[in-house]
């Protein structure tokens, strides 16, 4: 079993930086992929961004490619999503995800707020 913590949500400001992580422990060694979903109210749950353990390989939303990055440190089995200029649309729970696959990770963290006010 894998357990994923996340941190670093809150209430900013359009156009301010917010950094989330997530702390995984557990049986890690069989995830592959790791990766940032989030929901917006009203909206479907979408991929934000993503990134494997052995490097090499990124995704990112659309919406998100510029201003967020997605990055990992091995060592202490962290994963962060840096997010600049954010907006109001970037409102949501963030939901860090680990697992064979991005489309359907085994892992998930309990998730954790963002709000940007206009």
């Known amino acids: 079993q894998v357990q994923l913590v996340e941190s670093g949500g809150g209430l900013v400001q359009a156009g301010g930086s917010l950094r989330l992580s997530c702390a995984a422990s557990?049986?890690?060694?069989?995830?592959?992929?790791w990766g940032w979903y989030r929901q917006g109210p009203g909206k479907e749950r979408e991929l934000v961004a993503a990134?494997?353990?052995?490097?090499?390989?990124?995704r990112y939303a659309d919406s998100v490619k510029g201003r967020f990055t997605i990055s990992r440190d091995n060592a202490k089995n962290t994963v962060y999503l840096q997010m600049n200029s954010l907006e109001p649309e970037d409102t949501a729970v963030y939901y860090c995800?680990?697992?064979?696959?991005?489309?359907?990770?085994?892992?998930w963290g309990q998730g954790t707020q963002v709000t940007v006010s206009s």
């Open positions: 557990g049986s890690t060694e069989s995830i592959i992929f």
């Open positions: 995800i680990g697992g064979m696959t991005i489309w359907r990770p085994q892992y």
């Open positions: 990134t494997s353990t052995a490097g090499g390989f990124t």
